[in-house]
């Protein structure tokens, strides 16, 4: 094998350079200790190297310790260097910053979603689900909430920062070496294996536009040389904290839901069509149709709303002659008053590693860390209505008391009139905090027996979650003060702690995820060939999974809420075994396969081919193919369930037999999902073709293709049809059922409408997506002291097509789809970046653009249309119906005022760039946080110090 030196460049958020290491050097046999460290890093002119590497991303996705860093799989390597140099100082905004990152990854914005408070990656855009997280090449064990109730993942938030050596980034199917859910890629986070001396480092930023304070401090100390005294040990302790960012800090539109002005729709807070309150209240007249019954309100023929007191001081506009709701109402901005952009953070952990030279050919190591975030969430005020669980959109004020008395909240007491109500109670905010904590320990053995390199190790890793959420009315306790008087809705202030307390108690809970695990590992080379050694590895490991999320809604108590609960544990054995054959100097065969039994659904055998061809220096061909697999969460086979609501409109020939009544408009709808212990693993069918062209040693280039193909796709069973066969009178799927509504108070013997559709999880999509990713680097020196790095990445989606069970296809490419997965942020067709870096002297200046392109406001996966329209004159908002693409730049820089002494600083945003409209994302405020936080957090400077003891 040839030996090739390397240099990289400074690259934040981006691709970094070749190694000359496997992508598993520290996860196989023997590469955890004695596989050489990274080159020096480029920038440094102290540190350069004049031979550039073929190409920066081939890292090898291997199993075995390689010399020659040409391997069949493209991958990004991101040094801890280069982290710093971002300006970035979480794993989330790091790896989720990679152009493959897509569709389906979870931003820690998204507050209001199952598994708010963490954060996720989801390569190739096939959700968070299909990309496995290891650390240091060893699986971790998953947040204890599943994203939408059904995915699994690892959350990036509880991640050692300070002691990361390096971030690998596989874009290639892997479960061929690592088994279950390496579909999409593999994110391999790799940390110092050792560390002498002391370093300490501080910084604070701060948005131009105000929150979002940062306070960051770090610390990492460690002593011991393994050579001289036969060990090393060191520790990492971290602390961050962000300060919230509050919707009323930011301006137009990112801080009302009323875009009326700009041709949108108006959908402030308080107007009784949209069944909406403010916190004053508005009343109409009307008539209990079961007498008694609080919540079965009709309103009198003619009859206009009115407010309950005067609008104003809460914050409330009196709107008058409003042709969508008659009378008069107090609008409130219930986002500008209450509502958070961004949540604030707590993150504090610490790190530890032990590492023992016990023989000349044996090493021990123990790693500990113990990691916690703490996420806190505002929101809005409870509203009195509410459509599910229990439908309180009819609710009245009774005109009577129990007691025979008027009732004093009722302004139409007096002439025997019920008061439909339309209520936000300004004593109950809404809220969450989630508390993670995650505990992990490693213990290990490295080393060679003869010919052999072994690595074997325990892994034991817990998290327990702590979940409160506030501002969750109790339906039992609503509708008693409701009938009884007992809350004061005149003068809010009157009500007691204690009233207001059983109204709204704190819904609390503790999840738990754990995962134990211990593998043996082995390679060697086993003879010559022509092109090198034909190199063997093999292993064997036995994990254990679990999972106890318990519901925070058990009884459906609260409203508004609906359940979510995750039971599960299974034991998954797996050995695997890869042939690394240079055949040729020009000619390399990589040959790879793993077979898994999982106790709970049987077995499965992936395989895996790679080839590299070189027929000159300059110039390599590479590909694979693979086939892979994602084994079934325990929310989908489990003992399990999540309900989830969504804005329903029925069918157009319901609405007309309920006379078009409030009661067949808008309204939120529960499907509720159950797991079902029959279901299958997901299937897939990967393959990539690369061209990597190095002309000068100063300049290279790599043209990677990828297709995945997914069967067996894991999903509800097709609700639609649930619907369609409710509608019809007909029998309803298999395993599916719907729950009606309480009929229609003005039209009683109608056909309720559905207010939960229930259905299993079956394995009955097919997905296909295919694309293109683009790298392009140069490195030159102007002078001894000067030296400019500039590098493009950049990934194009050329198809992601959805197949259903009746043989339709979706194509979500640049549009909002798939819009019902996670936070709904769509598939845009580019995503990119351009990195520029200078090192003079002691200064190093680097700046960055990302790119990320629009998107159609259509939803293929509920409509053909656009799905963002003005509901009063059905023209598409905005008339294009498109989110415009968004770019920013960011600026860094670094200077050593001595060896020991040095300061950073950046400017995030530096342009201001503001997030292009995106009326239909439901995880913000016309805004898209997947792709665009940056443009609604604005210009960010951040100003920090390092000192080396």
């Known amino acids: 094998m040839k030996i090739r030196s390397t240099s990289r460049a400074p690259a934040r ?94 931003p820690s914005s998204f507050t209001a979603g199952f598994a708010a408070g963490s954060s996720g990656v989801a390569l190739r855009g096939l959700t968070v689900n299909s990309t496995l997280v290891l650390i240091d090449g060893r699986r971790a064990a998953s947040y204890a909430l599943a994203d ?55 910084s604070i930023g701060t948005s131009q536009h105000g929150g979002g304070t940062q306070k960051r401090a770090n610390v990492i100390f460690g002593g011991g040389d393994l050579k001289k005294d036969g060990y090393n040990a060191y520790v990492s302790v971290e602390y961050q904290k962000d300060d919230s960012i509050h919707v009323r800090q930011r301006g137009f539109p990112y801080n009302t839901a009323d875009l009326s002005s700009i041709g949108g729709n108006n959908l402030i807070g308080g107007q009784p069509s949209q069944n909406s309150g403010s916190t004053v209240g508005t009343v109409t007249p009307g008539t209990l149709t079961r007498p008694g019954d609080v919540t079965s309100g009709v309103p009198n023929a003619g009859a206009v709303a009115q407010p309950l007191g005067a609008c104003g001081p809460q914050g409330t506009t009196l709107v008058n002659n409003d042709p969508n709701n008659p009378g008069s109402y107090c609008s409130q901005n219930f986002a500008n008053q209450y509502g958070d952009i961004a949540p604030s953070i707590d993150r504090r952990g610490v790190y530890g590693r032990l590492t023992i030279q016990v023989t000349d050919n044996m090493k021990a190591y123990l790693s500990a860390s113990y990691y916690e975030t703490k996420t806190t969430v505002s929101g809005l ?75 074997t190790a325990v892994v034991l890793n817990h998290t327990s979650l702590d979940v409160t959420n506030y501002g969750f009315l109790n339906y039992n306790a609503l509708i008693s003060a409701v009938t ?28 738990t995820s754990d995962l134990d695990s211990i593998d043996f590992r082995l390679t060697r080379s086993l003879m010559d060939l022509k092109g090198g050694e034909l190199g063997l590895a093999t292993g064997i490991d036995v994990r ?46 990589d040959v790879s396969g793993r077979f898994d ?45 999540a309900e989830g609501f969504t804005t329903y409109t029925p069918p157009a020939d319901f609405q007309a037999l309920h006379n078009n009544s409030g009661y067949v408009q808008p309204y939120p709808i529960a499907f509720l999902t159950s797991a079902n212990p029959n279901v299958k693993p997901e299937h897939s069918k990967s393959y990539t073709f690369g061209i990597v062209y190095q002309p000068l040693p100063q300049l290279s280039a790599s043209l990677d293709y990828y297709a995945i193909k997914k069967t067996g796709v894991i999903a509800q069973q097709d609700s639609s049809a649930v619907l369609a066969a409710y509608y019809a009178g007909l029998p309803l799927p298999t395993g599916s059922y719907v729950i009606p509504d309480a009929p229609d108070p003005a039209n009683p ?177 016309n805004y898209n946080p997947t792709y665009a936080m940056d443009g609604v957090i604005g210009r960010f400077y951040t100003l920090g110090v390092k000192y080396k003891f």
């Open 13 to 106: 958020r981006a691709l970094a350079t070749a190694i000359v290491v496997s992508l598993a050097c520290t996860n196989f046999a023997a590469q955890a200790q004695s596989a050489p460290p990274p080159p020096a890093d480029s920038s440094t002119p102290q540190q350069k190297d004049k031979t550039t590497e073929l190409q920066t991303i081939t890292v090898t996705g291997s199993a075995l310790p390689r010399i020659d860093v040409e391997t069949p799989s493209p991958v990004t390597v991101i040094t801890a260097d280069m982290i710093q140099r971002s300006g970035l100082t979480t794993i989330s905004d790091v790896i989720r910053s990679v152009s493959a990152d897509n569709s389906g990854s979870i």
């Open 148 to 202: 939408d109730g059904q995915r699994s993942f690892v959350d990036l938030n509880t991640i050692p920062v300070n002691a990361i050596e390096r971030i690998d980034v596989l874009k290639d199917g892997a479960s061929s070496l690592y088994g279950a859910d390496a579909i999409a890629g593999v994110v391999n986070i790799i940390l110092k294996p050792g560390f002498q001396g002391a370093q300490a480092d501080a």
């Open 381 to 455: 005020p409870a509203q009195i209505q509410a459509g599910t669980p229990n439908n309180t959109n009819t609710i009245a004020l009774p005109a009577t008391l129990p007691n025979g008395a008027l009732n004093p909240n009722n302004p139409f007491a007096a002439s025997g009139n019920a008061a439909l109500i339309n209520y936000a109670f300004p004593g109950i905010l809404g809220g969450a905090e989630n508390d993670n904590h995650n505990l992990r320990l490693v213990g290990g053995l490295t080393g060679n027996w003869g010919e052999w390199n072994y690595d």
């Open 484 to 511: 009884n008087g007992t809350y004061n809705f005149l003068n809010p202030q009157a009500n007691s702690p204690a009233l207001i307390a059983a109204l709204a108690p704190a819904l609390q809970k503790t999840s």
């Open 544 to 589: 254990r999974e679990a999972q106890n999320d318990p519901d925070l809604n058990p009884d459906l108590a609260a409203q508004g809420l609906g359940i979510a609960h995750t039971i599960g544990h299974r034991t998954v054995g797996g050995v695997y075994a890869e042939l690394d054959a240079p055949i040729l100097e020009s000619l390399e065969a």
């Open 597 to 641: 039994h999982y106790s709970d659904f049987g077995n499965n055998f992936s395989p895996k081919i790679g080839l590299k061809w070189k027929p000159i220096d300059e110039l390599a061909f590479r590909g694979t193919f693979s086939k892979g697999f994602r084994a079934p969460s325990f929310a989908e086979n489990g003992s399990s369930a």
């Open 749 to 925: 013997t109608a056909l309720a409408r559905p207010i939960v559709v229930a259905a299993p999880y079956v394995n009955q999509n097919a997905l296909k997506t295919e694309g293109i990713d683009l790298d392009l680097k140069g490195n030159f020196d102007f002078s001894e002291n000067v030296h400019f790095t500039s590098e493009v990445q950049l990934t194009k989606i050329l198809s992601w097509i959805l197949t259903l069970q009746d043989g339709t296809t979706e194509q979500f490419v640049g549009t909002h789809g798939p819009y019902q997965l996670s936070s709904g942020a769509g598939t845009p067709r580019y995503r990119g970046s351009w990195s520029n870096s200078v090192a003079f002297g002691k200064a190093t200046v680097t700046a960055t653009a990302y790119y990320t392109s629009g998107l159609k406001l259509t939803v293929p996966d509920i409509t053909d249309d656009c799905f963002s329209t003005n509901t009063t004159t059905g023209a598409d908002f905005p008339s294009s119906c498109r989110m415009s693409s968004f770019t920013d730049v960011d600026l860094t820089g670094s200077y050593d005022f001595t060896p020991k002494l040095s300061v950073n600083a950046s400017v995030l945003n530096v342009f201001d760039r503001k997030a292009p409209l995106d009326p239909i994302n439901y995880a913000a405020l």
